[in-house]
């Protein structure tokens, strides 16, 4: 999970609900005994264990995943010992999931990212992901404890 990263945005439907979003991606290959297929693989995994699912089925709610401890907002992705980080994300971000309380919505890619694309090229990225069958998603939402 090293080489994830993650990218955040809100989205503002006309009808006026918010969707906080979070990209998941995978940099490029840069271990000796990491490939363009290792990288798909663990994403792969990494989405099955985020119980997303493709994009041409509504997104699913997989379950309130994000946790928020000591102002760190984490996802859990099932390991016992481990879980990921979401940074840095922006401030009306965290305060539409902490203290909104909006719905999360992920997206993971399993094709690796090239680093440093622009906005342009990022979206031009993902909308190849979509056509090629390269994306999964879910709704998820911040952990509430009482």
Do not use: K
């Not at 401890?69 to 539409?96: C, K, Q």
Request: hydrophobic residues 40%.
């Amino acid at each position: 999970m090293s080489d994830v990263h993650a990218a955040s945005g809100l989205h503002h439907s006309p009808d006026g609900q918010t969707t906080a979003q979070l990209l998941l991606t995978h940099a490029p290959p840069r271990l000796s005994h990491e490939t363009d297929e290792t990288v798909a693989a663990g994403m792969r995994a990494l989405a099955f264990c985020l119980h997303l699912g493709p994009l041409t089925d509504p997104p699913r709610f997989v379950g309130p995943l994000l946790s928020l401890d000591r102002g760190m907002i984490s996802l859990d992705y099932g390991n016992d010992h481990w879980v990921f980080r979401v940074t840095p994300v922006a401030p009306e971000w965290r305060r539409a999931v902490i203290m909104q309380g909006v719905d999360v919505r992920l997206l993971l890619t399993t094709r690796p990212t090239p680093l440093g694309l622009s906005q342009a090229e990022t979206s031009t990225y993902l909308d190849e992901c979509v056509r090629d069958g390269l994306a999964r998603w879910g709704t998820t939402r911040l952990r509430r404890r009482y």
